[in-house]
């Protein structure tokens, strides 16, 4: 049956406010407040470092991570440091052996941070990492549910961190011609890395973790999905922001989905300069025969532009570009859980990505 004319509107596409983002909100004090959170006890995690995986076989890894858009900052037999084109010394780091997560990794940048955050409970070890390319020292701390999360400290900037690879697109919008004989010319190749943007876990501890690391760092939620059981709301899902106050932060570092059937990391992502680099990055990696996950897709939270990939050792990893800021004052957005909430478009979410 022909759709009556006036039933099918137009899609819509706008940026609104966060206070506006989410039918249901509080304020992040609030938030902290109902759950008895000492502001200032908590360590203050300045940025996302980078991730710590062991995994079998570094040369199809060290592959995987070239046509991911990665540089090999330094490799030795055992080990290898790999970077983006932004001012982390690395973004990723591997050791040979059985596969196995180790862990994100933030950075502090004072050693009364660092000091605090040998105090939490489960932190165990430091090293000083006198090999790895920038030194300073971490600190690792077992969480509740057993994941491994560091916390460095004294690591020297890259010194000859580059600019974007790629200019700036300039878009040709029916009402504004920003691009006069300006005509696009793309290059096939990986999309090239910038900066580590986030990662998570799937957890069946997922309350008892929430509250470790909400107490513990400066983490706070920027979104909280809820299911409803006999009347009460279970939160399921958190994207966490470090909280820098007024300064604007990733719309989520790090996240937590509750699973009934089992704890691992659930993936990595990282930052990518736009649309454009990232499909081009899509159809490199498929040239190449690696495994996609899902995309390229729009995620809602977030906003960001997403897809993932297994790597060799069948961990996922993602590229996004384009997602959104907060700051202290964006408020916790409360919403309820469902596959629906996490794309706006892109291919159908496959069942490997939801467990
Ligand atoms: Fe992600």
């Known amino acids: 049956m022909a759709a009556m004319e006036s039933s ?3 899609n819509l596409v706008a940026s609104v406010p966060d206070t506006s983002a989410s039918q249901e909100n509080m304020s992040q004090a609030n938030w902290l407040l109902a759950r008895g959170i000492k502001v200032k006890d908590r360590v203050r995690l300045a940025k ?8 079998p076989d570094l040369d199809a890894l060290c592959d995987f ?52 955050a040998l105090k939490v409970p489960g932190a165990s070890r430091v090293q000083h990492l006198s090999e790895a390319p920038g030194g300073g020292q971490m600190v690792t701390i077992v969480d509740p549910d057993g994941f491994l999360f560091n916390v460095i ?18 878009a040709n919008y029916p009402n504004e011609k920003q691009r006069i ?9 990986p999309a090239a ?12 501890r997922f ?6 690391y909400t107490s513990h760092f400066n983490i706070v939620p920027t979104d909280l999905l809820y299911m409803e059981n006999d009347g009460h709301r279970i939160d399921v899902t958190t994207f966490m922001h470090l909280d820098l106050g007024q300064s604007p932060t990733d719309h989520h570092s790090f996240f937590l989905g509750a699973s009934q059937t089992g704890s691992h990391v659930h993936h990595c992502s990282f930052e990518v300069f736009d649309y454009d680099t990232q499909h081009l990055g899509h159809q490199w990696l498929a040239s190449k025969g690696y495994r996609s996950v899902w995309g390229v897709g729009r995620h809602i939270l977030g906003s960001q532009i997403f897809d993932y990939w297994w790597d060799p050792a069948g961990n996922m990893v993602e590229h996004y570009a384009d997602g959104d800021l907060v700051n202290e004052d964006t408020p916790v957005g409360i919403l309820p859980a469902g596959h629906e909430s996490l794309a706006i478009w ?7 990505f939801l467990q």
């Open 8 to 10: 099918i509107k137009a």
């Open 48 to 55: 996302l470092s980078h991730m710590r995986y062991q995994t």
């Open 153 to 170: 400290f004294g690591q020297e900037r890259r010194e000859d961190a580059s600019t974007a690879p790629a200019e700036k697109l300039r």
């Open 65 to 116: 991570m070239l046509n991911f858009g990665m540089v090999i900052a330094k490799r030795t037999e055992n080990e290898v440091w790999f970077r983006g084109y932004g001012v982390d010394q690395y973004v990723y780091y591997a050791t040979k052996g059985p596969k196995e997560f180790l862990g994100g990794v933030f950075a502090v940048d004072s050693k009364e941070e660092f000091e605090k």
């Open 207 to 212: 309350e008892e973790l929430l509250s470790f």
């Open 346 to 352: 892109g291919p159908e979410v496959p069942l490997a």
């Open 181 to 189: 004989r300006q005509f696009n010319r793309f290059e096939p190749g």
């Open 193 to 204: 890395v910038h900066k580590l943007g986030h990662f998570g876990y799937t957890t069946t």
